[in-house]
């Protein structure tokens, strides 16, 4: 994995501007921290910063190819997992290869089918191609949006990146956040539409699209998106081709030439991840597969069942490592230190994002990697099999917007009357969900109840899924860890997209077709666990910590945030709702509340943000 950005003007020698570039390669070191390079001609500027996973030789970036008189130049960030198939029809084909990168594939394919090498990738990708010949610049994202990719246009120019920070590093990008950027954190926050880059004038290329820029003008197409269709399998064959496009995922997401290894909460979907890593780990090489969990101090003590997280995950963990053989590594984290990684949590994602539960994922990533660089996760299961609590419960099932959220309402009672009346979060919540629901893909003669729940489908797909593998990125590549998603793999997403419901909840289960479909790889105890999601702490310590540092902000004039939000009411919302019930997902609840207005404080402050409203 690794950082990419450029910059394309065509009326500028830009090989004049190399300081600015390197100053702007220079925010993504945490994502590419083994190596460096540039490519710089008069109009345009290509950057790369690397982790090494594959073929540290071979796989060198920015990659240069010569073919037919013109020049490609490549800069991608990203994994390929069907790298074999593409190389062996490439050759056919008559092209060589110099390394067994898939970055070299990635280049020679897009040198031979154009945009339409991306029909050919199974992967997690963003990238761009420089045509100089053609002086023309492609750009391109991953299906699900699993790596990002971040642009803004200015005058004819283009500048393109992996995350924000390094567009805000050119004096050219403002840090300026308008009336639209402050629906996005407050009324959809932490999620975001999709293409919004909550700063003005920065977007993000959307999952499935790619972008096409000459001569000053630019082009969005989108060559992926998913198709209703009558699924025609029978129930057996369902469960069969289940079986096998899991297992095949997470094995082909194996391949590394550094250390790997696994999330592991003892829950469904990460056990499942786990098994097959571990079997075919030691099949392969006969090496033991390491596992990360995790925990909190005083959890043990404090932990409290709820609707949203029954039980604690240690006693599920431990009946799964002994399972799968696995090296077991227990992360715990403390509560102070939970509360002062807020602060870099905001400033790896460069948006307010999910609070603690960004904080302790950056703070669990560092840990991990000091062991391994490359590491799978279960991420994503639960919207691709529909595992969440509001496909389930009736008033969320029939509601009438983000089923996983009821931010709006609360924040509309902590603003001040003339923020609450600029913003009009009601208003633009409800425009994104009515534009959300007019690009889901229908499918005819479906009964109202069905299409109802493809819509949530596609919601969680398209919203909730693209916020947690955005989080996933941004406090994992923080520490310059590489984390795969199987249950990503688009083919098992389209494939199960069109599975009829009362298959999904087979005996009437969450993700019952997937517990039938790998119930020899699990103890029976761990496939029959109900639905418990990422660890959050309990420790009444937390809430304390972050009531402090609120009120410390609260009290301080200089506080951007107090310009925003009424300090009183948001205690008082705190004291009606309590602590334990969510207003964002299932863990986002009054000590999340906390800790997401410390994040948009510090966010604020340290991109020194001009609010334009």
């Not at 209703?228 to 094995?251: C, G, I, N």
């Amino acid at each position: 994995m690794c950082g990419i950005l450029g910059w394309i003007d065509h009326r500028s020698d830009l090989r004049e501007q190399k300081p600015v570039l390197e100053r702007m390669c220079q925010q993504l070191a945490v994502r590419g921290p083994d190596a460096e390079g540039y490519w710089i001609t008069t109009g345009a500027a290509i950057g790369h910063r690397r982790l090494t996973v594959v073929d540290p030789e071979g796989g060198k970036q920015p990659m240069i190819r010569e073919h037919a008189g013109r020049t490609y130049v490549l800069t991608y960030n990203g994994e390929l997992y069907n790298t074999a198939e593409i190389r062996e029809e490439l050759e056919k084909l008559g092209h060589r290869f110099l390394s067994y990168s898939d970055t070299e594939v990635l280049l020679v394919a897009f040198i031979e089918w154009g945009k339409d090498c991306l029909k050919y990738l199974n992967g997690i990708f963003a990238f761009g191609v420089w045509d100089d010949g053609e002086h023309k610049l492609f750009l391109a994202r991953d299906r699900m949006g699993v790596k990002p990719l971040f642009y803004t246009e200015l005058n004819g120019t283009l500048m393109f990146a992996s995350e924000i920070k390094a567009l805000l590093a050119n004096d050219m990008v403002k840090p300026e956040v308008d009336a639209v950027g402050l629906a996005e954190i407050f009324g959809l926050g932490p999620a975001r539409t999709p293409g919004s880059g909550v700063f003005r004038g920065i977007r993000e290329l959307p999952p499935g699209c790619w972008l096409e820029f000459c001569n000053g003008q630019s082009r969005i197409g989108r060559y992926w998106q998913l198709e209703s269709k009558p699924h025609e399998d029978d129930f057996q064959t369902t469960v069969e081709r289940v079986r096998y496009l899991v297992v095949d995922a997470v094995e082909r997401q194996l391949v590394s030439d550094v250390p790997i290894g696994s999330f592991l909460s003892g829950g469904l979907d990460s056990s499942i991840i786990a098994a097959i890593a571990a079997r075919r780990l030691l099949e392969d090489k006969e090496v033991r597969l390491p596992t990360f969990s995790l925990d909190y101090q005083g959890n043990a003590e404090y932990f409290k069942s709820s609707l949203f997280q029954p039980n604690a995950d240690r006693p599920w963990v431990e009946q799964m490592v002994q399972a799968i053989g696995s090296e077991s590594h227990w992360v715990e984290l403390g509560q102070e230190e939970l509360a002062d990684a807020l602060e870099p949590a905001v400033l790896a994602r460069d948006v307010p994002g999910m609070a603690d539960i960004d904080s302790s994922l950056w703070l669990f990533c560092r840990r991990v990697k000091e062991h391994v660089t490359v590491a799978l996760s279960g991420e994503c299961a639960d919207e691709v099999f529909g595992g969440y609590p509001w496909f389930h419960h009736p008033e969320r099932v029939n509601g009438n917007s983000f089923p996983w959220s009821t931010a709006y309402v609360m924040w509309e009672k902590i603003f001040p009357k003339n923020v609450k009346k600029k913003l009009k979060l009601s208003d633009y919540v409800n425009e994104r969900y009515m534009e959300a629901l007019k690009s889901v893909p229908r499918l005819p003669g479906e009964s109202p109840v069905e299409a109802r729940r493809r819509e949530l489908f596609y919601l969680n797909l398209n919203w909730f899924m693209v916020m947690l593998l955005e989080r996933k990125d941004r406090m994992s590549m923080a520490s310059g860890l590489e984390v795969r998603v199987p249950f990503c793999d688009h083919r098992l997403v389209e494939y199960v997209w069109n599975i009829p419901w009362e298959w999904k909840c087979y005996g009437g289960r969450e993700k019952g077709i997937l517990r039938q479909a790998v119930q020899d790889l699990l103890p029976e105890e761990v496939l029959l666990r109900k639905k418990s999601p990422y660890p959050k702490t309990h420790h009444p310590e937390y809430l304390a910590l972050v009531t402090e540092r609120w009120l410390d902000i609260a009290a301080d004039p200089q506080s951007p945030v107090r310009e925003l939000i009424d300090v009183n009411a948001v205690f008082e919302w705190v004291r009606r709702q309590g602590v334990d019930k969510p207003w964002f997902g299932q863990l986002m609840a009054g000590p999340q509340l906390l800790a997401y207005l410390i994040q948009i404080d510090s966010w604020l402050k340290h991109y020194r943000v001009n609010i334009v409203i």
